[in-house]
Every structure is written in C-alpha cells, then in structure tokens.
Nanobody, 124 residues
Framework: QVQLVESGGGLVTAGGSLRLSCAASERTFSRYAMGWFRQAPGKEREFVAAVSYGGGSTNYANSVKGRFTISRDNAKNTVYLQMNSLIPEDTAVYYC?????????????????WGQGTQVTVSS
C-alpha cells in the first residue's frame, strides 16, 4: 500500500507562485509515473501534470503548460509541482497520484494511489 502525503498548498494572490510536494512511503516509487490532478468545487477531477518513472518525460494539461513544472527526486521518494503565474481559475484541491504505469499518463484511470489533497486558493 502506497501512502502519499501532499504539502505546500495555501492562499496566494494572482500572479504568485506555490510549490507543492508529495512524499511517498513506497520504496518502489521510482518504478512508476507520478501525477498531479485537481478538483474545483462542482467540477470533475482533472489532469494537471505527470512525470515518467525516471523523470525524463513530462506531460501537462494545456491550461497549465508554460506555467507549471513537475519534477521528481527518486532518492527522496518525492514529486513536486512548481506553480507560477497563478490565476484564480487554478483554485482547487490538488491531488498527488501514483500510476500503474511508467510513462507520464494523463488518464485518471491509470492511477491507483492518491493523496488526501491540498487546497490551493488564488485570489484576484
């Protein structure tokens, strides 16, 4: 059983930055892709970014491309999401997830372990 613990959420004004972290308990962390998803009130959970098992390949939703950067440190079993130029539409609960596959998938169904989520609020 993989346990994922997110941190780094908070309140920021538009144009600001936040860095989310997700620490994994599983020692096989480096074998699988990791992703970030988000869910705003009244909306479906949506893909934000993913990174392949080795960190060499990344994938982003169009809405965050150029503003967000995903990375991972396999030595620390941790994945990060650097979020710059934040806009109010980025307000959501952000979830870290561990994939069943090694490539940077954007499909929610290819993720089997999820963190508890961290709130990100961007004020205008």
């Amino acid at each position: 059983q993989v346990q994922l613990v997110e941190s780094g959420g908070g309140l920021v004004t538009a144009g600001g930055s936040l860095r989310l972290s997700c620490a994994a308990s599983e020692r096989t962390f480096s074998r699988y892709a990791m992703g970030w998803f988000r869910q705003a009130p009244g909306k479906e959970r949506e893909f934000v970014a993913a990174v392949s098992y080795g960190g060499g390949s990344t994938n982003y939703a169009n809405s965050v491309k150029g503003r967000f950067t995903i990375s991972r440190d396999n030595a620390k079993n941790t994945v990060y999401l650097q979020m710059n130029s934040l806009i109010p539409e980025d307000t959501a609960v952000y979830y870290c997830a561990s994939a069943k596959v090694g490539y940077a998938s954007s499909w929610l169904s290819e993720y089997d372990y999820w963190g508890q989520g961290t709130q990100v609020t961007v004020s205008s």
